[in-house]
T-cell receptor
């Protein structure tokens, strides 16, 4: 398996522009998580889905942020309009049925992240 | 109070040293416990799960004390390659629900 795939890996945009981050979870996993990481605030959970349904979006900072999961193999996180304080690394992670190696349902596999810079 | 609290460090130790990290959690209903490792500018990756009976993986030993709501990670004979941030992770369920990550403890192993 290719692991969790995120795109783009780097994004530089100007304040006010729309930003869309994409994630493909590991095939067979039924939970998907979006995180934001900064030096000041650490790793913050923004939203998570279970079986494509948003379960907890209490971490979404404000209405400028939205996330969708139209099917089991794709999710997007959108910021519109973007602001400089949104600059961070955004990680997508998935979890689900353990692999034959014995990982638990709660082991989260992270993608490489999208490094977002808003000027 | 944060749900998961860790000593942020940094811990600076010489090669070969033994170092221990501690973590406390506030939700007594927590069911699953993990240590993750995050290298600089990389994503977090699972280091090891933590079981009630304690578990060992090579130079790494993890222990859980449910009564005190406390998790520890012990690294023996530390290597330069152990330099990273170690994240304590706690989950209140066992079915792919959300987990709470600590802010991490930074370890630097020096020659």
């Amino acid at each position: 398996d290719a692991g969790v795939i995120q795109s783009p890996r780097h994004e530089v945009t100007e304040m006010g522009q729309e930003v869309t981050l994409r994630c493909k979870p590991i095939s067979g996993h039924n939970s998907l998580f979006w995180y934001r990481q900064t030096m000041m605030r650490g790793l913050e959970l923004l939203i998570y889905f279970n079986n494509n349904v948003p379960i907890d979006d209490s971490g979404m900072p404000e209405d400028r942020f939205s996330a969708k999961m139209p099917n089991a193999s794709f999710s997007t996180l959108k910021i519109q309009p973007s602001e400089p304080r949104d600059s961070a690394v955004y990680f997508c992670a998935s979890s689900g049925r353990p692999t034959s190696g014995g990982a638990s349902y709660n082991e989260q596999f992270f993608g490489p992240g999208t490094r977002l810079t808003v000027l | 109070r944060k749900e998961v609290e860790q000593d942020p460090g940094p811990f600076n130790v010489p090669e070969g040293a033994t170092v221990a990290f501690n973590c406390t959690y506030s939700n007594s209903a927590s069911q699953s416990f993990f240590w993750y490792r995050q290298d600089c500018r990389k994503e977090p990756k699972l280091l090891m799960s933590v079981y009630s009976s304690g578990n060992e993986d090579g130079r790494f030993t993890a222990q859980l004390n449910r009564a005190s709501q406390y998790i520890s990670l012990l690294i023996r004979d530390s290597k330069l390659s152990d330099s990273a941030t170690y994240l304590c992770v706690v989950s209140a369920n066992t079915n792919a629900g959300k987990s709470t990550f600590g802010d991490g403890t930074t370890l630097t192993v020096k020659p």
